[in-house]
């Protein structure tokens, strides 16, 4: 039961939400996610795609028109697991206006003079707004977990001992994510799951397709390496921060077109649950708006 103080609005909103692939708010994931491929792979992904992405395009109006909530959308993947082409795909048609997309690489030497959640915090969506993290803070408790060796720029080559760093990490994500949310701040984290195959796979088209040899890097490979520590980090970040304010989906990532329909659908439920409206309108009295009209009648009319 939440308390007058808990966003318990918000709550009831994504209490609605009908996936999956919501990941459990008590921590009891075992293991990493290691479902990978959708169940049904005979659906036409693209069209339901297409289906709600125009569904949402009212809600958005709404949204933005309203100014009451703003909406946060958190994209974490291991590489190739196609964090861009889903954000580009989900958010195709919508009003580029009311969606701010932020991509968070290698922190700055300015970045690691401040706590971890300050580069993100300036690219907090308004009300209002959709925004979408290409990558956030969640990276310091992936990337840094797995290469500690990244602390010493934070910390001054005197980082906290681990026992203590990563407790007090996941805390302060939940209590940041509980203060978007008591704020009107609808947050949606997704882990796009891809699996070991297809990402080599995917680093393979990179390697031999002449459009995609850009996106290819020798550091995703060397990084791919890593994929039992990731895992280990992967579970423990779901388990202590998946809150019924703030959930994780993770979405199988191997078929492109499921992944990015999943998304789209898990936003639009969120969307239509939200008690979106207009704001109230300034109240003109009858003969104000009778000589306002005439006079924009006679500007139509040339005179």
């Not at 100014?67 to 958010?91: N, T």
């Not at 690489?105 to 971890?116: A, G, V, W």
């Not at 300036?122 to 992936?142: C, H, K, T, W």
């Not at 760093?165 to 701040?185: D, G, K, Q, V």
């Amino acid at each position: 039961m939440s308390s007058a103080n808990e966003p318990s609005h918000l709550e009831a909103v994504i209490e609605r939400i009908d996936s999956p692939w919501l990941v459990p708010y008590d921590g009891s994931l075992d293991t990493a996610p290691t479902t990978f491929s959708p169940p049904d792979t005979n659906k036409d992904c693209k069209h339901h795609l297409k289906k709600a992405r125009k569904a949402i395009r009212p809600y958005q109006h709404k949204l933005y028109a309203g100014k009451q909530y703003s909406i946060l959308l958190i994209f974490q993947a291991l590489d190739a697991a196609g964090k861009d082409g889903a954000i580009r795909e989900v958010f195709a048609g919508l009003d580029p206006a009311g969606v701010n997309i932020s991509a968070f690489k290698k922190p700055t030497s300015r970045e690691l003079s401040h706590d971890f959640l300050w580069r993100t915090s300036m690219a907090l969506p308004a009300r209002g707004e959709i925004g979408v993290f290409n990558r956030s803070y969640y990276e310091e408790v992936l990337a840094v977990r797995v290469h500690p060796e990244f602390l010493a720029g934070q910390y001054a080559g005197n980082p906290p001992n681990a026992q203590t760093l990563w407790p007090s990490r996941y805390r302060a994500i939940r209590e940041h994510e509980f203060h978007l949310a008591t704020a009107n701040t609808l947050v949606l984290k997704f882990w796009l799951n891809v699996s070991p195959a297809m990402q080599a796979r995917r680093f393979i088209e990179r390697l031999d397709t002449p459009q995609k040899r850009w996106k290819f890097s020798r550091g995703d490979i060397r990084e791919s390496s890593f994929r039992s520590q990731y895992d280990e980090a992967l579970l423990h970040m779901l388990n202590e921060t998946s809150r019924p304010w703030a959930p994780w989906f993770c979405i199988p990532a191997d078929e492109r077109w499921y992944l990015r329909w999943q998304i789209a659908d898990i936003l639009h439920q969120a969307m239509s649950a939200l008690p979106l409206g207009y704001r109230e309108t300034e109240e003109i009295p009858t003969e104000e708006a009778r000589e306002i009209r005439k006079l924009l009648n006679s500007r139509m009319n040339g005179d």
